[in-house]
C-alpha cells in the first residue's frame, strides 16, 4: 500500500546530519557492470536514465519513492520532471563520480518504477 509524504517523511528527524549509515558500501568509484536501462553519462561522472509513466499519479507516487529513498540511505538523487517522464542523475557528489551507493540506488529505483507501473495508478 503505498504511503501519504506525511506518513514517509514523520518517519525521519528533520535533519539527518547527524545520522551515519555504516551499512553503506564505501565511497569508491565503480563501472557499472549491468545497469540496464541505466546509461552512464558522456564524461563518465554519473548514471542517467529515463524513466516514463502511464500519468501523472503514477510519476508522482514515483517522486514520493525518490524522496523516501533519500532520506532513508542519505544520498542525494538529482532528477528532473517534464510531463508524466522522470529524468534522474546518480552521482556520488563530494567525489564526482559513480560509487556502489549510486549501483544500489538505481537498482531499487528501477525497482520502485516498475512496482509502480504494476500497481496501475
Known amino acids: 500500500m503505498r504511503k501519504m509524504i506525511s506518513e514517509i517523511l514523520g518517519d ?8 551515519r549509515f555504516d551499512f553503506l558500501p564505501p565511497d569508491l568509484p565503480v563501472e ?3 545497469t540496464s536501462e541505466w546509461a552512464m553519462s558522456s564524461d563518465k561522472r554519473s548514471l542517467e536514465r529515463k524513466f516514463q509513466f502511464p500519468n501523472i499519479r503514477s510519476r508522482n507516487a514515483f517522486l514520493l519513492d525518490i524522496m523516501k529513498l533519500e532520506n532513508t540511505v542519505g544520498h542525494n538523487i538529482d532528477f528532473k520532471v517534464s ?3 522522470v529524468f534522474i542523475m546518480l552521482q556520488t557528489k563530494h567525489l564526482g563520480l559513480v560509487t556502489d551507493i549510486d549501483l ?6 528501477t525497482s520502485l518504477a ?4 504494476n500497481a496501475r495508478l
Open 12 to 19: 525521519f528527524p528533520e535533519s539527518n546530519d547527524h545520522i
Open 32 to 34: 557499472p557492470t549491468n
Open 83 to 85: 510531463d508524466s517522464d
Open 104 to 109: 544500489e540506488c538505481s537498482k531499487h529505483l
Open 114 to 117: 516498475t512496482e509502480v507501473v
